[in-house]
T-cell receptor, first 113, second 114 residues
Framework: DAKTTQPPSMDCAEGRAANLPCNHSTISGNEYVYWYRQIHSQGPQYIIHGLKNNETNEMASLIITEDRKSSTLILPHATLRDTAVYYCIVRASTTDSWGKLQFGAGTQVVVTP | NAGVTQTPKFQVLKTGQSMTLQCAQDMNHNSMYWYRQDPGMGLRLIYYSASEGTTDKGEVPNGYNVSRLNKREFSLRLESAAPSQTSVYFC?????????????FGDGTRLSIL
């Protein structure tokens, strides 16, 4: 499975866009990019995923580079409730792949007033 | 929508005691998973069930057993609790099969073993 690299931490001002980078240079053609976050003391929360096209939902946007070696999660208007650890994960769409899911260290995002 | 429900939310055990952690999902998902998360660390897979009637070991299965009771429920049992099993336990589910649908997690059970 492709390994991901994320910055350990980043700060964001409330109301501004938060852009979270993720490198996955060894990604395979059948692997999707998934983003989760974990707010303190809660279970991981699914945010968004994509294969090669940019994706948007009510929570965030996902921008994947044309070569698929990196991606950026965009929180358009960060709020204090977006303070969390954000995880970028690359997975193939098979059951066995999900059975080996591992969350790395992620990026600690702190949204400040 | 309830999603993935875990019970209990908190539990304190003495070394050697046994306990079963319960997990239920109402999303008609085929696959279910149990993880543990230790302070400052990522999730580690304990066991998973790709579909009703099947279970497989994950990264850290020693000291645990699981039961896929039916499609909705997947329980995790500690037969003889040890202090090293103090952790937060998360259950997750997903549609299963060869699709791109993500996992969805419960809010966890915080377990302390004295």
């Amino acid at each position: 499975d492709a390994k991901t690299t994320q910055p350990p931490s980043m700060d964001c001002a409330e109301g501004r866009a938060a852009n979270l980078p993720c490198n996955h240079s060894t990604i395979s053609g059948n692997e999707y990019v998934y983003w989760y976050r974990q707010i303190h003391s809660q279970g991981p929360q699914y945010i968004i995923h994509g294969l090669k096209n940019n994706e948007t939902n009510e929570m965030a946007s996902l921008i994947i580079t044309e070569d698929r070696k990196s991606s950026t999660l965009i929180l358009p208007h960060a709020t204090l409730r977006d303070t969390a650890v954000y995880y970028c994960i690359v997975r193939a769409s098979t059951t066995d792949s999900w059975g080996k899911l591992q969350f790395g260290a992620g990026t600690q995002v702190v949204v400040t007033p | 929508n309830a999603g993935v429900t875990q019970t209990p939310k908190f539990q304190v055990l003495k070394t050697g005691q046994s306990m079963t952690l319960q997990c239920a999902q109402d999303m008609n998902h085929n696959s279910m998973y149990w993880y543990r998360q230790d302070p400052g660390m990522g999730l580690r897979l304990i066991y998973y069930s790709a579909s009703e009637g099947t279970t497989d070991k994950g990264e850290v299965p020693n000291g645990y057993n699981v039961s896929r009771l039916n499609k909705r429920e997947f329980s995790l049992r500690l037969e003889s609790a040890a202090p090293s099993q103090t952790s937060v336990y998360f259950c997750a589910s997903r549609t299963g099969g060869n699709g791109n649908q993500p996992q969805h997690f419960g809010d966890g059970t915080r377990l302390s073993i004295l």
